[in-house]
């Protein structure tokens, strides 16, 4: 397929640079000779300290690596379009958000404690962070797929991410938080206790990237022309529904492709797939402000849509996969204090603390203070100051001065204010008090709204979060550890404490240990307290479960068994109805190559039972033909729809194959479809749409 060049962001363009039928030069541009060998004294003879054209390519060499960011590794990326549809002019001045505008963004999706080769199905948050690039300047909403956070301060954020990091003495594990420091932190931590309970939900193993909520995490502002504030949270709720993973699934995905989300995301980019979010807001006159039974600045808390709903504002598509993963991807900086006119902080502390940290970032990590002349963080407005000079400079400033005030260049670039133009303006805030270290008691309510989550999860979902808390704190060594988190999580519910004590052998203790006790009175002198009736005990909009007659399954990829002998007819009628939904069919065979049809005629293939495995598809059919005779005696076979079955997907069997379902672990039920059945294909489609027959899940763990 033809690229598609993103004409939105000309910045970029006009810097991809196409090697293709020219000759290979320098980094000065000299044509060079031969790429080879080496200057030396003699064919055998030593090397030549004069060999400028090796040293110029070495040299580069040695130094191609930059420092990975210290959380967020791990990134994949990709350009699309943001178009607002609303009229939000009375709440802010935000240029971009004007209906019908159109802004050109670069996403960046990243698992948090993984180093950047790690696998993209770690049990982790994800960072879904928008660079939009308007025309009043570059705006970074920088966000997770879970709405909320571990701490509420930024003072202990270099400490959870110590804690989650592998261990400093041995550097294990990678990429997860199934081990000690991390729940010895978090068992100090009882202010952790909401966010625990989504890591240890199926949030944290996502199907695909383009299958994750966003959330803006923290309360913003919008500031309006009068400068009014209205305070606001930012959701991003994608069109393909929000889809998870089994734990089970997601370790051996690990194994077979740890590009998995990665992939993912770039194949559907490429067919065309493009995956679309819309963006929502729930809006707070900030009259509001202490309306809730929660403070609305407190990052580990949500506003449940039932209190404010979301109102949708704009629809973002991805639609270009980055020429040059360094250049773009990696090299792309985002920043929560990069903000436009008409858009400002709340007082959140853990955002406050963020507003230094990205810059700070960004200049060790880039090099110095340019990285703003990066194509990819370019603003597409262009920029003009003063500033001047520094590591690898791009900009050539025109003329004599750089400062300000000046006569010499007409006092130019001038101030907007100057001459009665509108620059970013804070929203006014009347503050006033003592200067402390101190915590609200307003953020002292640590378990509420966790088992506002827990109550509002499927009764599947909430298995789940059971078995995850249970894996993680089975691999810790310290049992003390183990018991602390037992006694915060039966301070949430008694139900999730007793079901993973069972699992580990342990009785949850009815209050906090001493020692978390001892922490959480640090911030909280008189702790616990008392908190306020909450207004909602279940929100609707926390569960993952696709309700009836929801769901879709545009780009899910079904695996289809074949070997040489299959029925193309077979494989036709099927697939023809599966790719009329959106659906992506694979075949899977003995061999790569051609695969031979019974009915005569070939087709090329690449997937073999070597080289795949049922993790990696959302679906399976064993169509007619010879082929039926030899997967019955194909192990690998066997092992893909015992373990299909296994993760709750849906299996099809065309009618000469329904005798190899006996052969397999597999009962019949909702997802188990015979072509003998009636209206099989629809049910098969049916079965597909719900994503997963969880219900199998408990009664039927089969050996795969
Ligand atoms: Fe970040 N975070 N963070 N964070 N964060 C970084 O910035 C930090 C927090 C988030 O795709 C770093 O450029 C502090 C919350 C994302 O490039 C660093 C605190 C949320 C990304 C940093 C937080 C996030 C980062 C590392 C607490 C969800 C990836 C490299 C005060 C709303 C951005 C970099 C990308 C990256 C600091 C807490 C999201 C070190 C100090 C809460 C999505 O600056």
Redesign the pocket.
């Known amino acids: 397929m033809k690229k598609k060049k993103n004409s939105d962001a000309p910045h970029i363009d006009e810097h991809v640079v196409d090697n293709m039928g020219k000759v290979m030069t320098t980094n000065d541009g000299v044509p060079v000779f031969d790429n080879n060998n080496t200057l030396k004294v003699g064919d055998r003879g030593p090397s030549l300290q004069q060999d400028h054209i090796f040293f110029d390519k070495l040299i580069h060499f040695d130094r191609e690596r930059i420092p990975e960011?210290?959380?967020?590794?791990r990134?994949s990326?990709a350009h699309g379009v943001f178009e607002a549809s609303e009229d939000l002019s009375s709440i802010t001045t935000a240029d971009f958000l004007k209906k019908g505008t159109k802004t050109p963004v670069f996403v960046?999706?990243?698992t948090?404690a993984g180093f950047k080769g790690s696998t993209d199905l770690a049990r982790d948050?994800r960072?879904?962070?928008v660079k939009f690039y308007t025309q009043e300047g570059n705006y970074d909403l920088?966000?997770?797929n879970i709405p909320v956070?571990f701490?509420q301060?930024?003072m202990n954020?270099?400490d959870v991410v110590h804690a989650v990091k592998p261990e400093p003495n041995n550097e294990i594990p990678q990429a997860a938080s199934a081990h000690d420091t991390f729940w010895d932190f978090i068992s100090l931590m009882p202010e952790a206790a909401h966010m625990s309970l989504w890591v240890m939900s199926d949030r944290a193993i996502p199907r695909s990237l383009r299958m994750i909520e966003g959330?803006?995490?923290?309360t913003f502002k919008f500031i309006n022309a009068e400068g009014k504030s209205t305070f606001v949270k930012f959701h991003w709720k994608p069109k393909l529904g929000v889809h998870s993973v089994a734990w089970n699934e997601a370790q051996k995905i690990s194994g077979f492709d740890a590009d998995f989300h990665r992939r993912d995301l770039w194949d559907a980019i490429e067919n065309g797939q493009f995956p679309q979010w819309d963006l929502g807001v729930q809006l707070i006159p900030e009259e509001d402000e202490m309306k809730f039974s929660f403070d609305i600045l407190d990052?580990t808390k949500i506003i449940p849509e039932e209190l404010v709903p979301v109102k949708i504002i704009g629809t973002m598509t991805l639609n270009r996969n980055p020429e040059n993963f360094f250049a773009e991807t990696e090299q792309?900086?985002?920043?929560?204090g990069r903000l436009v006119p008409g858009i400002d902080f709340s007082d959140d502390p853990?955002?406050?603390?963020?507003i230094?940290?990205?810059m700070?970032?960004?200049n060790y990590?880039l090099g110095g203070p340019n990285f703003h002349e990066l194509p990819i963080n370019r603003p597409i407005n262009g920029k003009h100051n003063n500033q001047k000079d520094g590591f690898s400079r791009i900009d050539i400033l025109k003329g004599n001065t750089s400062y300000f005030p000046n006569s010499q260049s007409n006092g130019c670039p001038y101030q907007a204010m100057l001459k009665g133009e509108v620059g970013y303006q804070t929203g006014k805030q009347q503050v006033d008090g003592k200067k402390v270290r101190a915590r609200s008691n307003s953020f002292a309510d640590h378990f509420t709204q966790a088992r506002l989550f827990f109550n509002s999860l499927s009764a599947e979902e909430q298995a789940h979060v059971i078995n995850a808390f249970s894996f993680e704190l089975s691999k810790v060594n310290t049992e003390d550890i183990r018991k602390r988190e037992l006694a915060i999580l039966n301070q949430v519910d008694p139900k999730l404490a007793n079901a993973i004590g069972k699992n580990l052998g342990l009785k949850p203790a009815k209050s906090l240990d001493p020692l978390t006790l001892q922490f959480a009175r640090q911030n909280h002198p008189n702790y616990p307290i008392q908190p306020n009736k909450p207004e909602v005990e279940k929100s609707a909009f926390l569960s993952m479960k696709v309700k009836d007659n929801d769901g879709s399954i545009k780009s899910r990829k079904i695996a289809f068994f074949v070997d040489d002998g299959v029925s193309k007819a077979s494989v036709d009628k099927l697939k023809k109805n599966l790719e009329k939904e959106g659906a992506m069919v694979v075949l899977i065979s003995s061999h790569v190559g051609k695969l031979k049809y019974k009915e005569g005629g070939e087709e090329p293939i690449q997937h073999t039972y070597l080289t795949d495995a049922s993790v990696l598809y959302d679906g399976f059919y064993t169509p007619d033909g010879d082929s039926v005779a030899k997967l019955a005696q194909n192990p690998d076979y066997l092992q893909f729809i015992n373990e299909g079955y296994r993760h709750c997907k849906a299996l099809a069997f065309a009618k000469s194959a329904e005798q190899l379902a006996a052969k397999s672990f597999i009962e019949k039920d909702q997802g188990v479809i015979f072509e003998s059945d009636p209206n099989w294909i629809n049910n098969f489609i049916m079965a597909l749409k719900k994503h997963r027959v969880w219900e199998r899940e408990n009664s039927r763990k089969v050996p795969s």
């Open positions: 960011r210290v959380v967020h590794a990134g990326g960046r999706f990243s948090v948050v960072g879904f962070s920088v966000g997770n956070f701490i301060d930024a954020f270099p959330f803006g995490v923290h990052p792309a900086a985002f920043d929560p853990l955002l406050q603390g963020r230094f940290s990205y700070d970032t960004q990590r």
